[in-house]
């Protein structure tokens, strides 16, 4: 390469899972899931019809947790072993967190009228909690987008996505630890609170749902790395 | 329809549009880089090669 030129970042390690098998995958899950809420498991004793929301809510709030995580993770992987890759992968996680995140209000404000009549109570720990992390990882696009882009871009947002993870077991934890609470407890110390279909039903939409967020992050981030290419590419050719 | 009913396939299709939006925007995005990879193509065809990158044609065999 001549001098002055861009340098090309190495290209990243493929995936065992190719993306069409996961979207697939996504697919026939996220409909059993469907066809299980809507057509086979009971109505809930104390909350008839409307625990059906249940299913999806708890199962998106834990894959939220879970891309949080992962964007935390993958931001230690980039300030510990200044991965090329780690950064790219850490903002789509998080981003992916927020999308799953939005889903959690939006159905657990929908829950919460149908059984307490109000969209929100800022009384309950559980839900402000959920959303002082939802905005803090907001922000970290705010705090991304106002640096430029370099080494110095990647190092900040690591540090902020890692510094949120700490609000996921302290969200998590609320509704366990607050006295008086009118937000449901389905997993105490003794495993969860119920079983059969629902159980089953809970499962298959908890793994429909991680596998659902996956396949959008692999789908987002192999977007995210052609348009990085394609810049490097446009600088090599200019 | 009882309100529950209503109440609970709102939601559900709430989180179905979030994610065909989603899917959408990915969409656009994808549609976007075709446009540019093209560019990019027609940009190195029309390139001339630089003179240490002109080769000699050599007999094989």
């Keep these: ?238 | 329809m009882t309100t529950a009913e209503k109440y609970v396939t709102a939601a559900y299709c709430a989180v179905f549009a979030i994610v065909l939006v989603y899917v959408l925007i990915i969409a656009l995005k994808v549609q976007r880089l075709e446009r540019e990879v093209d560019e990019l193509a027609g940009r190195a065809a029309a390139r001339e090669p630089e003179p240490d990158e002109r080769r000699e044609p050599a007999v094989v065999g």
């Design chain 1, 1 to 238: 390469m001549s001098p002055g030129r861009a340098q090309l970042t190495p290209v990243a390690p493929r995936s065992r899972i190719s993306l069409p098998a996961l979207a697939a995958a996504s697919l026939v899950l996220v409909t059993l899931a469907l066809v299980l809420v809507f057509f086979v498991v009971p109505n809930d004793a104390d909350q008839g019809f409307s625990q059906r929301i249940f299913y999806f809510h708890v199962s998106i709030a834990i894959t939220a947790y879970a891309c949080f995580g992962l964007g935390a993770w993958k931001a230690l992987v980039h300030l510990w072993k200044r991965d090329p890759h780690a950064d790219l992968e850490s903002y789509v996680a998080v981003h992916q967190g927020v999308i799953f995140g939005s889903l959690v209000l939006i159905t657990g404000s929908t829950w919460a009228k149908i059984s307490w009549g109000h969209w929100w109570l800022w009384s309950e720990d559980q839900l402000v909690l959920f959303l002082v992390l939802f905005l803090f990882y907001a922000a970290y696009f705010m705090l991304r987008y106002s640096v430029d882009p370099g080494p110095q871009r990647a190092n900040f947002s690591a540090v902020y996505a890692l510094f949120g993870v700490v609000l996921i077991p302290v969200s998590f934890m609320a509704i366990r630890l607050a006295k008086q609470a009118i937000h449901p407890v389905v997993f105490t110390r003794h495993g969860p609170n119920f079983g059969g279909w629902i159980l089953v039903t809970y499962c298959v939409a908890q793994v429909a749902m991680l596998v659902l967020a996956y396949t959008l992050y692999r789908v987002e981030l192999a977007g995210k790395r052609v348009d990085a290419r394609v810049r490097e590419l446009k600088e090599v050719l200019a």
